[in-house]
């Protein structure tokens, strides 16, 4: 079993920028890939950014390529999502998972963080 808890949103205004952490707990998380999804009111859940195993390979939507970067901590258990100058279309609830980039599938989920970008 994998545990997943995400913090570090809030309310912040354009052009600002937030750092997300995404705690992991479990003997074997270290093994599955990770990312960072969001689901915005009334629209579907998008995965934003994910990072492999080895944090070799990494890849972003095109909606926030150049502002959020992810990153992973094996030594901290921890993975990250920094993102600069964000805009007020990035409020959404943020979540953390593990799985498999290759497949897409994602068998470990976090509560969610919500993200507010004020104009």
């Known amino acids: 079993q994998v545990q997943l808890v995400e913090s570090g949103g809030g309310l912040v205004q354009a052009g600002d920028s937030l750092r997300l952490s995404c705690a992991a707990s479990g003997r074997t998380w270290f093994v599955y890939d990770m990312a960072w999804f969001r689901q915005a009111p009334g629209k579907e859940r998008e995965s934003v950014a994910t990072?492999?195993?080895?944090?070799?390979?990494?890849s972003y939507s095109d909606s926030v390529k150049g502002r959020f970067t992810i990153s992973r901590d094996s030594a901290k258990n921890t993975v990250y999502l920094q993102m600069i100058n964000l805009k007020p279309e990035d409020t959404a609830v943020y979540y953390c998972a593990a799985g498999s980039t290759t497949s897409g599938k994602y068998d470990y989920w976090g509560q969610g963080t919500q993200v507010t970008v004020s104009s």
């Open positions: 990072i492999s195993r080895f944090s070799s390979r990494t």
